[in-house]
């Protein structure tokens, strides 16, 4: 045997040479082609298929755990992967162990299936095959291969018919006609909800959401999103940007694959002349959650017109390599998070007002070589308009430049608690979802707050995300609330401290205000039936029960005579005491701010 051995043999030939010695057959390689190597690389597997290969991987290794987190409306269980060197799975355990936490999800929008296909090859090969020594010493990697479980059962070759394969995938939304990726602050989704308690028990360092871009065209077969403002804590972002950015890009351009941050325009910038701007990532969005819990989201945005081939294999490369540096920095990661928990969680943090949104200032830029094609212009045959296309021979790059700095907007201060009633079950439920730290009040008690008084309210005319949303200014108001035993209080000294403002804040753009939680506090939930007649009695009643109404009501006669002359201005105005009384706390957000 000893004779068989020398540096020339790769591992894994070594490993089965090991095997076929002790008398045990090899790894049937044909029983583990994923349905993707099986089909040309054109083809994914269907959502049974995903699941029957994920079963046997976890069949043949002890690394790795098959499970579910989770049942979508259409009654599909959503899979998870667990790959852990000592066959662990829970994260307490794990961490036990040193290690760092990296979870990968694919297909949240069904139609983009490239991290799918990807991930499944890369277990089996890590996990299998023996393939990157070492990997799994430091890191343990959790995967959802298919998230949008039941949209990828709406399975076609109509959807997104300008995407370069495979060739049949499926949509964009769930069953329930749910975007996911709009979803991670209300969690309107069951398969969403799913996603953040994983999320919220396992708090993974690195969450890597994997996509297909919707018609940029380039020569990158694969652009990137990573925080560059403060949704994440300053010192992860610094860390981001310095280490795990820079070490990701140098590694993809190594292994053939130069990556580009994911951008939402080019403009001519006045002193800089073309200029690029990166995509910003509110915390409704896989990657800004991610950041707005303290950790590093990265969304994998690959080419939509680049060969599936080509995209899968950039989809690999990035789970190895993001799963390399996270090990190889892990002490530095593990300690840069728990200093960002600790310093969101502080007293100093609050002492600052907290950006609930984020746009680009244009104050610091670098030059970047951005990797483009040469386009034509002509006259279309067809429709008689310009068309422009690129030529794909013709590799051209560009001198551009990257705005990289970012201002705060729409700024709050941090109260030192929120107060919930405890009739909003619904608002309740979603702190559970998201893992939020808060306490049941003991007692009934009188509490003076800050609470918002709704002003200039409006709602959509279409429904967005299947919600009629709604636009409102507010007034800030201190006053004395009667609070009752059950109800709750949400410190804000707590790492989730930026998820709770986006959640109760109505200045975010994705808060549960905005989203509709609240609408009933808009407007009287009750119908007012009294009739402006019966004021003729009631308001003699009133009087007659309060000399200092009646007094109110003699001096607005004498200071204004035009409504001393108006019967309807005076039955309105004894109304409108009546409503006082009847519509108590109307426009009053129900959310108190403890000061």
């Excluded at 829970?90 to 990807?118: W, Y």
Aim: aromatic letters at 12%.
């Amino acid at each position: 045997m000893n004779r068989l051995v020398n540096a020339t043999i790769p591992i894994l030939t070594l490993i089965l040479l090991l095997i076929t010695a002790c008398g045990q057959k090899p790894l049937d390689k044909e029983l583990f082609l994923t349905y993707y190597e099986k089909n040309d690389y054109n083809r994914t597997p269907s959502y049974a298929e995903t699941v029957a290969y994920c079963k046997l991987l976890d069949q043949h290794s002890p690394l790795i755990h098959y499970t579910t987190i989770g049942r979508s409306p259409q009654g599909r269980e959503i899979p998870l992967l667990i790959v852990d060197k000592d066959g662990l799975t829970s994260p307490e355990k794990i961490r036990a162990k040193g290690r760092v936490i990296v979870l990968a999800e694919a297909c949240i929008h069904a139609g983009e299936p490239d991290g799918k296909d990807a991930g499944l090859m890369f277990i089996r090969d890590l996990a299998l095959y023996g393939q990157h020594e070492g990997l799994l010493d430091d890191v343990s990697f959790l995967f959802i291969p298919i998230m949008n479980v039941d949209g990828h059962e709406d399975f076609g070759e109509h959807y997104r018919i300008n995407q370069n394969g495979p060739v049949e995938v499926g949509s964009r939304f769930t069953a329930q006609r749910l975007n996911m990726n709009r979803d991670f602050i209300k969690a309107d989704a069951p398969e969403t909800r799913a996603l953040l308690q994983l999320y919220s028990q396992w708090m993974p360092e690195l969450f890597i959401d994997i996509h297909v871009t919707n018609g940029a065209d380039f020569q990158y077969v694969s652009t990137y999103g990573l925080e560059h403002c403060e949704f994440l804590a300053p010192n992860m972002l610094d860390w981001s940007r310095n280490t795990f950015e820079t070490e990701l890009k140098e590694r993809m351009q190594a292994a053939g694959y130069p990556i580009f941050p994911y951008y939402y325009s080019t403009e001519d910038v006045p002193g800089y002349g073309t200029a690029v701007l990166p995509d910003v990532f509110a915390p409704q969005y896989s990657n800004g959650y991610a950041s707005a819990n303290n950790r590093i989201g990265l969304l994998v945005e690959n080419h939509i017109y680049k060969p599936y081939k080509e995209r899968v294999n950039a989809s690999y490369l990035y789970l190895k390599h993001a799963m390399a540096i996270a090990g190889e920095y892990k002490e530095i990661f593990r300690e840069e998070v728990r200093k960002a928990d600790d310093y969101v969680a502080s007293a100093a943090f609050r002492k600052d007002s907290l950006p609930l949104e984020f746009a680009h200032d244009r104050k610091q830029a670098e030059k970047t070589d951005f990797l483009a094609w040469k386009d034509t212009t002509v006259r279309s045959e067809m429709s008689g308009g310009l068309w422009t296309y690129y030529d794909y021979d013709s590799p051209v790059t560009y001198d551009y430049w990257l705005f990289t700095s970012f201002r705060g907007e729409n700024k709050i201060r941090l109260p030192e608690a929120y107060i919930l009633p405890r009739e909003h079950q619904e608002v309740i439920a979603l702190l559970d979802v998201h893992g939020i730290q808060y306490q049941r009040l003991e007692r009934d008690t009188l509490i003076m707050v800050e609470t918002y008084h709704f002003t200039h309210s409006e709602w959509s005319k279409s429904p967005y995300e299947g919600r009629i949303t709604l636009t409102t200014d507010y007034i800030p108001v201190q006053e004395t609330i009667s609070y009752h035993q059950g109800d709750v209080l949400i410190p804000t000294a707590q790492p989730k401290v930026k998820i709770v403002a986006h959640l109760l804040e109505p200045k975010s753009p994705t808060s549960l205000v905005y989203w509709g939680f609240f609408n009933s506090y808009i407007k009287a939930p009750n119908e007012f039936w009294i009739s402006l007649k019966y004021m003729e009695v009631k308001g003699r009643e009133m009087m007659a029960k309060d000399p200092q109404l009646q007094k109110e009501f003699e001096e607005k006669k004498r200071n204004d005579p035009a409504f001393a002359n108006d019967p309807v201005a005076i039955l309105h105005f004894f109304m409108q005491k009546v409503r006082e009384t009847v519509e108590v706390g109307v426009n009053r957000y129900p959310v108190g701010r403890l000061l």
